[in-house]
């Protein structure tokens, strides 16, 4: 098993389908269940023996500091992108000093899953194998997804390569939000701001793009009327 210790949580995203909650609020810190997505996110790291995150800020990063300057349980590192933004690619290129040569956990900064017995983060990296994967994503069920009804992202083949979904396909996974890392991933990246779909699409045609399903339910937190809903769901757990 890989030894996995650093983590990144993208936080810089505007939040402009969350509005107008998130004219005031950053989105990871949008509360649910009267917890912040992003301590549930933190909490959960935490617990899969993570010890260092690193956030990215951009909008309302002062507020976002400051809640994250509360958190004395993990080495919290904020890669600042104030001046701009650098997207989910450059982002994570600008915060790979920090992780070494390690393979590296990152979580969207508004992913909201509900584990079960054994916790999605835990598999991730009981199966992570960088001599095969440069990226290992967790999936969803398109069609069991709280909130979501897009046509899902991938195709999974027996042995857990993906395939980008074809045009006007249906799909039977969803990226949930979460995926493992090797610094392979991040050879030769574009300059600046760009989609880590540019990585991804690369390493799926090396085959070295893998999923591994989420046995709980995901709930996609998108909009304000999303937020109802999974308020209603998690007052269950």
Same mark, same amino acid.
């Given at each position: 098993?890989?030894?996995?210790?650093?983590?990144?949580?993208? *936080?810089? *995203?505007?939040?402009?389908?969350?509005?107008?909650?998130?004219?005031?609020? #950053?989105?990871?810190?949008?509360?649910? $269940?009267?917890?912040?997505?992003?301590?549930?996110?933190?909490?959960?790291?935490?617990?899969?023996?993570?010890?260092?995150? !690193?956030?990215? !800020?951009?909008?309302?990063?002062?507020?976002?500091?400051?809640?994250?300057?509360?958190?004395?349980?993990?080495?919290?590192?904020?890669?600042?992108?104030?001046?701009?933004?650098?997207?989910?690619?450059?982002?994570?290129?600008?915060?790979?000093?920090?992780?070494?040569?390690? #393979?590296?956990?990152?979580?969207? $900064?508004?992913?909201?899953?509900?584990?079960?017995?054994?916790?999605?983060?835990?598999?991730?990296?009981?199966?992570?194998?960088?001599?095969?994967?440069?990226?290992?994503?967790?999936?969803?069920?398109?069609?069991?997804?709280?909130?979501?009804?897009?046509?899902?992202?991938?195709?999974?083949?027996?042995? *857990?390569?993906?395939?980008?979904?074809?045009?006007?396909?249906?799909?039977?996974?969803?990226?949930?939000?979460?995926?493992?890392?090797?610094?392979?991933?991040?050879?030769? #990246?574009?300059?600046?701001?760009?989609?880590?779909?540019?990585?991804?699409?690369?390493?799926?045609?090396?085959?070295?793009?893998? $999923?591994?399903?989420?046995? *709980?339910?995901?709930?996609?937190?998108?909009? #304000?009327?999303?937020?109802?809903?999974?308020?209603?769901?998690?007052?269950?757990?």
């Amino acid at each position: 098993m890989t030894s996995i210790h650093s983590a990144m949580i993208l *936080g810089a *995203g505007l939040g402009q389908r969350m509005r107008p909650i998130s004219l005031h609020t #950053p989105k990871p810190l949008i509360e649910l $269940g009267g917890r912040t997505i992003i301590d549930r996110l933190l909490d959960k790291l935490r617990a899969a023996g993570i010890t260092r995150v !690193v956030v990215n !800020v951009h909008w309302l990063a002062d507020k976002m500091r400051a809640h994250l300057a509360r958190r004395t349980d993990l080495e919290i590192i904020i890669s600042d992108e104030t001046s701009g933004l650098l997207d989910s690619g450059g982002g994570i290129i600008k915060a790979l000093p920090h992780f070494g040569d390690e #393979p590296f956990i990152v979580l969207n $900064g508004d992913s909201v899953w509900v584990d079960t017995l054994h916790p999605s983060l835990t598999r991730l990296i009981q199966n992570f194998d960088a001599g095969r994967m440069d990226c290992l994503l967790l999936l969803a069920a398109t069609i069991r997804a709280l909130g979501y009804d897009g046509p899902g992202d991938f195709l999974m083949e027996a042995d *857990g390569r993906l395939i980008r979904r074809p045009d006007s396909m249906l799909t039977p996974f969803v990226y949930c939000g979460a995926f493992i890392a090797s610094r392979a991933l991040f050879r030769d #990246p574009p300059k600046g701001a760009f989609s880590l779909n540019k990585l991804w699409d690369r390493a799926a045609e090396d085959g070295r793009l893998f $999923g591994l399903r989420h046995d *709980g339910p995901w709930l996609h937190a998108g909009t #304000p009327e999303a937020l109802e809903e999974i308020e209603a769901f998690l007052a269950d757990f």
